[in-house]
């Protein structure tokens, strides 16, 4: 018997949304808390705790593992220009989405 799974490649920004990290996972609301909780902490050297990126800006939804890590890899070695232009197709004012998986119940 197949299972469904589900795996999201996502961008986060910063509050000044003047950086951008492209990341995967298959639990976006665990990690996006994970991303958040790691930028209160001073003495975390990961990249989004450094530069405050906790921001949902975009995400795409996958089925499968290898495909969600293909476009994670894909998207990583983008331009910024195309990465902003990818965010301004479905979030043209750059709004936080952290609100559509943070504060929901299961």
């Not at 990690?31 to 050297?45: N, V």
Request: proline share 3%.
């Amino acid at each position: 018997m197949n299972k469904d799974h589900t795996y999201y490649v996502y961008i986060l920004s910063n509050p000044s949304r003047t950086v951008l990290y492209v990341g995967m996972t298959n639990t976006l609301k665990v990690r996006l808390q994970q991303h958040y909780d790691g930028c209160k902490i001073p003495s975390s050297k990961s990249f989004t705790s450094r530069y405050q990126c906790y921001e949902l800006m975009y995400f795409e939804v996958y089925q499968y593992v290898t495909e969600a890590i293909a476009r994670e890899n894909q998207l990583k070695k983008w331009s910024r220009k195309k990465k902003d232009n990818l965010i301004n197709i479905k979030n043209p004012n750059w709004n936080s989405l952290n609100i559509q998986f943070l504060y929901t119940e299961d």
